[in-house]
């Protein structure tokens, strides 16, 4: 394998680019010291159908957010018929869309938080108030678009005035929004990879949640505790709905599932098809506690790259 060329997409056109550059950087980092030849390509400088003429073997898929991790790349891989990372189309656009992945997890008998969605043309004050006496959903109340990653949009809203104020300004950039409780608890996260769960993380944020400064800012201050700090029996079984959750999407590579565990449940918010790589990446420490160094993970990943997925 060591004598394949590899091209590493990184950067992209979403709100997530400049997560996206710094997990391939690092990846790029790690192929190369592991001996691989790499090239890279950045779907904002140049068209997904100029990737024929680098002439690679293998695609190690470093997006983030729209466009990356939504179907949309993953359908230029197929047309190319070049192997590569991560989920195929429609498994990274079913996880992407919180709407088909929550009906996807309620099949599947996975715990989530009961939900509302509201199109942009239906949304006022009264029909929130309606929506939210139906739903039985009671506050604080978080609302999100439905297809965007690492918290961007996410709002907690504490009434009417201010859900209805956050609508919308959100309703300026998103056609759709979703409306679920705020569920308290711990913020516990679990990595599965080549359909193995590898382990769980739990993370005290300083700010009001686990938001994209939380994330992705050292100055953010976010405590990560590994492994997570749950009874043995709760630390399985979150590997085990993690493991679950990546099945039923039909998830191929590494996934990281975003949990709350709350009053002795587990609540499944969201499952990421493209997890970050960057040195205040999740999926690293897992794996770093687990023995897995960052190279061996890269590879790991690479390995499992394919068509058809």
């Known amino acids: 394998m060591k004598n394949k060329k590899v091209l590493v997409v990184l950067g992209g056109t979403s709100e997530e680019r400049e997560i996206s550059l710094d997990s391939g950087r690092a990846c790029i980092k790690a192929l190369r010291k592991i001996g691989y030849k790499v090239s890279t390509f950045d779907p904002k400088k140049k068209s997904y159908n100029l990737i024929s003429k680098y002439k690679v073997d293998l ?56 939900y509302f969605v509201l ?20 506050f604080p109340i978080v609302v999100k678009p439905i297809n965007e990653g690492s918290s961007i949009g996410v709002k907690i809203c504490k009434n009417v005035q201010d859900l209805n104020k956050s609508a919308k300004q959100l309703f300026k950039k998103y056609e759709e929004l979703i409306f679920e409780p705020y569920i308290g608890g711990q913020e516990i996260q679990a990595a599965v990879i080549n359909g193995i769960p590898l382990g769980a993380i739990e993370l ?24 997570a700090n749950i009874p043995k029996s709760r630390y399985n079984e979150v590997l085990k709905i993690a493991k679950r959750a990546h099945n039923a999407l039909g998830c191929k590579g590494i996934t990281r599932s975003d949990f709350k565990f709350f009053e002795n449940k587990f609540y499944l918010l969201e499952i990421n098809t493209q997890p970050g790589m960057t040195n ?30």
Do not use: W
Request: charged share 30%.
């Open 280 to 309: 205040l990446s999740l999926v690293p420490e897992i794996a770093y506690y687990k023995g897995i160094s960052f190279e061996n993970l890269v590879e790991k990943i690479l390995l499992n790259a394919g068509i058809n997925r």
């Open 204 to 227: 005290e944020p300083k700010r009001q949640f686990y938001d994209y400064k939380a994330k992705y800012s050292k100055a953010a201050k976010t405590k990560h505790i590994m492994p």
């Open 59 to 114: 695609i190690f898929n470093a997006l983030h957010g729209k466009g990356g991790e939504d179907g949309v790349a993953q359908s230029y891989f197929e047309y190319l018929r070049i192997p590569y990372t991560h989920s195929g189309v429609i498994s990274s656009y079913n996880a992407m869309n919180k709407l088909i992945s929550k009906e996807i997890f309620k099949k599947n008998k996975i715990k989530s938080p009961k």
């Open 119 to 138: 199109k942009k043309e239906d949304c006022n004050k009264i029909k929130l108030k309606t929506s939210i006496k139906k739903k039985k959903v009671i």
